[in-house]
């Protein structure tokens, strides 16, 4: 789970490390009493959970009055990659001398954190890490731990960082660890890391998301959470608890287990149709699931055929074909063709329970997907 | 012959009394698994399908010889359940519990280091050797023994690749799931070592998906050390990157590492055949056997 600049710079403070002041805003006039406040100039910064918000028009140093008000006036409501702008941070301008950049992540090669370093902050610090390797510090961190004050003074020595302002980052990259580690984080970035013309060491940016499995001992972010849904059928997806990604195609697609529902995505591709989306029922799936599965893809407009593809292993065949049965005997005429493939626990016992006069069923995956396509091509024919 | 579990495995069902470790244990007994005990803290002294249960993995070993465990504890106690298997001395744990935190599992990782246990998972449907034994949630009866290894990151995708092998009659020397989650104790090079050195395994299935850097680095280990014929498997070729395709480790990094063009194509130079369908992945290793 990703979390708003503002909300990873507030949890940043909160742990000691310095931020500008800021004030988060929702109208043009809040961003003018807040500028007023904090006195110009000031930067107005989206708050969308995507990176690049700069270069993509989201981000604006202005002046005075007449500035911000134009500023806010286009920044509020704006389209930033898919995600429309409804809040701001109104946050005094840094004169700053360097960008740095400090993050923490989890090396999953490695199985561990590493804390990374670099002199060249500002930028995308994924292309850096392609340019120059060598340009970003790392130190591996040993959990049992915690990152050892030696690592983060040598992780600064190894990037190159004015000596001058040493101690204070080495006291961000110690701080910014502990905040990953206490927040259950995937990642905790601060990029750039301004070193101001007074030499004072400062978090321009906030970057902290959150792992999804850790959020049952993290109450506190709780609020965060509902923000996350993208769209109408994510939200949805969100509330039925099902793992969802919406796509372009017009294949649905509904099936049990990640790789499985992968797969069947990547067969839709290989016999020449879009798959429309990725949706996992998850393991040992009952009628009901079944059937709000049915209607998350029935409602997404986008979608011209259905291939159902479930292999038991926990999740029971009978029970699926219920679910199908039950979820399409609501309607008077099926919105969209359906093909149904069962394989595994009680495939026989589901095949036999599946109304054939409101869904096709095919014996094998391959068949299934080819039959979807097919339909799909016909439909919007 | 087989890799890591054969009849003489002894398990111990961690977390035997709730409704997936009591279910399982039944399927696994039925399969023919020597389950011997099951654990569970403040439950010693009941019993769960015949099988004693005991207060610590500890007393398991002592009193009933188990020698690997399987653990069916929820997530927030999973880290613990693990570290308990661990501190055991048990050759094997086969972790199931999906959702465990990452930083969890980092804790766990480092302690491997120190320990002869193997961990197999966790967010994975186990181990079988077919006809002998299964530790784990995988639907024994469409599993048949064979000369085939197969190794996966994924549940549902071993089922349909182990039926596509098993209607084109390629049974299977044992059945790993390896996990799908970012950190995980067994490897695909692990998986794929063990299986070279079975002189009953002639060809070996590997399934892999997007994210992180597991089945590149497999296929350098093949390229250099593996002399058993490997068919390759990747899912998740039409994944947009950004978004996690249901498993934790599922997702194609922003950076663009992680897609499973890069695995098909390191998997390729190392001389394995990567066909686009499951049916194909059977139809492979006919060509090889």
């Known amino acids: 789970m990703k979390l708003h600049e503002y909300q990873a710079k507030r949890r940043f403070a909160e742990a000691g490390i310095p931020t500008p002041s800021f004030e988060l805003a929702e109208t043009v006039a809040e961003v003018l009493a807040a500028a007023e406040s904090l006195g110009y100039p000031v930067a107005i910064k989206a708050q969308v959970k995507v990176g690049g918000r700069g270069k993509a028009g989201g981000i604006e140093l202005v002046d005075d009055e007449a500035e911000a008000e134009a500023a806010a006036d286009r920044i509020l409501g704006m389209d930033l990659k898919g995600y429309t702008v409804e809040q701001v941070i109104v946050e005094e301008a840094v004169d700053f001398a360097q960008e740095l950049y400090v993050g923490i992540t989890m090396d999953r090669g490695a199985g561990q954190p590493v804390a990374m370093v670099s002199e060249e902050g500002g930028v995308d610090i994924e292309a850096v890490a392609e340019r120059d390797p060598d340009a970003i510090a790392r130190e591996h961190v040993d959990p049992a731990f915690g990152l050892h004050p030696y690592q983060a003074r040598r992780a600064i020595v190894e990037a190159g960082i004015d000596a001058a302002v040493a101690r204070d980052v080495a006291r961000v990259l110690q701080t910014l660890y502990d905040v990953w580690a206490g927040t259950d984080a995937t990642d905790a970035e601060i990029n750039p890391l301004m070193v101001t013309t007074d030499g004072e060491v400062i978090a321009a940016d906030a970057v902290c998301n959150v792992d999804e499995d850790a959020l049952f001992r993290h109450p506190e972010l709780a609020e965060f959470e509902e923000e996350e849904a993208r769209d109408e059928l994510e939200r949805k997806a969100h509330e039925y608890g099902f793992d969802y990604v919406r796509l372009d195609g017009t294949v649905g697609i509904i099936g049990n287990g990640a790789g499985l529902v992968m797969t069947t995505l990547d067969l839709v591709d290989h016999y020449g149709g879009e798959p429309a989306n990725f949706l996992d029922v998850g393991g040992g799936a009952k009628a009901d699931r079944i059937a709000n599965a049915l209607d998350m893809v029935f409602s997404d407009e986008n979608v011209d055929s259905v291939v159902f593809n479930i292999f038991g292993g926990i999740t029971r065949g009978d029970e699926v074909a219920r679910g199908i049965n039950e979820a399409l005997s609501q309607f008077d005429e099926i919105p969209k063709p359906v093909i149904v493939r069962l394989a595994g626990t009680n495939w026989q016992e589901g095949m036999e329970i599946l109304n054939t006069d409101l869904v096709t069923v095919e014996e094998t995956l391959e068949d299934a997907v080819q039959r979807a396509v097919e339909a799909a091509a016909e439909v919007a024919a | ?289």
């Open chain 2, 1 to 289: 012959m087989s890799i890591f579990v054969d009849d003489d495995t002894r398990v111990v069902v961690q977390g035997i009394t709730g409704g997936e470790g009591s279910f399982h244990t039944d399927q696994m007994l039925a399969y023919g698994t020597n389950v011997v005990a099951g654990a569970v803290p403040g439950k010693g002294g009941e019993s769960v399908h015949g099988v004693p249960v005991y207060d610590t993995v500890r007393q398991a070993v002592r009193k009933e010889d188990a020698n690997a465990s399987v653990v069916f504890v929820p997530p927030a106690f999973a880290e613990d359940a693990i570290f308990e298997a661990l501190d055991s001395e048990l050759d094997l744990v086969v972790a199931i519990t999906e959702g465990i935190p990452t930083q969890d599992m980092a804790r766990v990782n480092r302690r491997l280091r120190e320990v002869d246990t193997r961990l197999i998972g966790p967010n994975c449907p186990g181990i079988i050797t077919p006809g002998e034994t299964k530790l784990g949630i995988l639907p024994g009866d469409i599993f048949a023994a064979g000369s085939v290894g197969l190794v996966s990151r994924s549940g549902t995708l071993t089922y349909q690749v182990v039926d596509n092998l098993t209607a084109r009659g390629h049974g299977q020397s044992t059945a790993v799931g390896i996990g799908g989650d970012p950190i995980i104790g067994t490897t695909f090079i692990d998986t794929l070592r063990a299986f070279d050195a079975d002189p009953e395994t002639d060809a070996i299935v590997m399934c892999g998906e997007i994210g992180g850097e597991d089945e590149e680095e497999a296929a350098a280990v093949i390229d250099a050390a593996i002399d058993t014929p490997v068919v390759g498997f990747i899912a998740g070729r039409t994944a947009p990157p950004g978004k996690r395709m249901g498993h934790a480790g599922a997702i194609v990094s922003g950076g663009g590492t992680g897609t499973a063009a890069s695995k098909i194509a390191a998997l390729r130079d190392a001389g394995v055949t990567v066909p686009e369908t499951p049916a194909d992945v059977a139809a492979a290793v006919d060509e090889l056997l």
